[in-house]
Nanobody, 122 residues
């Protein structure tokens, strides 16, 4: 089985910083794209940032210049450094990864973490 475990969420004041981490573990052969999504109360889940296995990145316009996504391929871990946080960044943040594993037969599948709460006070 494959698991994604997130950490690093919490409560921070506007203008502050947080760093989220997400580690993939289990019967993993390879990890392709990894990313972060978020869902605020009453809203749909939205893309925050993605990073390819080669390090190419993409960001939502609302976080560009403030958030930085990175990864450690040796640890199957993705990070999200969040600076200059705003109250509108308040949401549950979910890690996502496209993983080749032996779980249920050798195949590529999409996996999600359980989510970590980020709250930004004004």
């Amino acid at each position: 089985q494959v698991q994604l475990v997130e950490s690093g969420g919490g409560l921070v004041q506007s203008g502050g910083s947080l760093r989220l981490s997400c580690a993939a573990s289990g019967s993993i052969f390879s990890v392709n794209a990894m990313g972060w999504y978020r869902q605020a109360p009453g809203k749909q889940r939205e893309l925050v940032a993605t990073i390819s296995s080669h390090g190419s990145t993409d960001y939502a316009g609302s976080v560009k210049g403030r958030f930085t996504i990175s990864r450690d391929n040796g640890k199957n871990t993705v990070y999200l450094q969040m600076n200059s946080l705003k109250p509108e960044d308040t949401a549950v943040y979910y890690c996502n990864a496209y993983i080749l594993s032996s779980y249920g037969g050798i195949r590529w599948s999409d996996y999600w973490g359980q989510g970590t709460q980020v709250a930004v006070s004004s």
